[in-house]
């Protein structure tokens, strides 16, 4: 069974910092892109950023360029979200979703979650003004 488990996730005041984790488990991680999405109150999931399992390249939205980065560790199937500089609009749900197609690629399509196959059930980040 694929599964993908989010954690780090919790409160911190405005310009603190997280570090969340996603953990792969039942199929080949290593494999396929790793995305990170997140939904906030009352708002539709947006694409935060994605990191390309061949290349190693990265894409980031606009709104966490140059506070986030994205990195993964294939011997942990484990993909991380470094969060510096939080504001209270980063408050949100973090989701990671996998790829489901070895060889897809992402490089304009990485925000579209019809891209990927497999999502985690999200962890919780609280910014505090």
């Known amino acids: 069974e694929v599964q993908l488990v989010e954690s780090g996730g919790g409160l911190v005041q405005t310009g603190g910092s997280l570090r969340l984790a996603c953990v792969g488990s039942?199929?080949?991680?290593?494999?396929?892109?790793i995305g990170w999405f997140r939904q906030a109150p009352g708002k539709e999931r947006e694409g935060v950023t994605c990191?390309?399992?061949?290349?190693?390249?990265?894409y980031y939205a606009d709104s966490v360029k140059g506070r986030f980065t994205v990195s993964r560790d294939n011997a942990k199937t484990t993909v991380y979200l470094q969060m510096n500089s939080l504001k209270p609009e980063d408050t949100a749900v973090y989701y990671c979703?996998?790829?489901?197609?070895?060889?897809?690629?992402?490089?304009?399509?990485?925000?579209?979650?019809?891209?990927?196959?497999?999502w985690g059930k999200g962890t919780l980040v609280t910014v505090s003004s």
């Open positions: 039942g199929y080949s991680f290593n494999d396929y892109h």
């Open positions: 979703a996998s790829t489901g197609i070895a060889g897809t690629v992402v490089e304009d399509t990485w925000t579209d979650e019809d891209e990927y196959d497999y």
């Open positions: 990191i390309d399992t061949f290349n190693g390249k990265t």
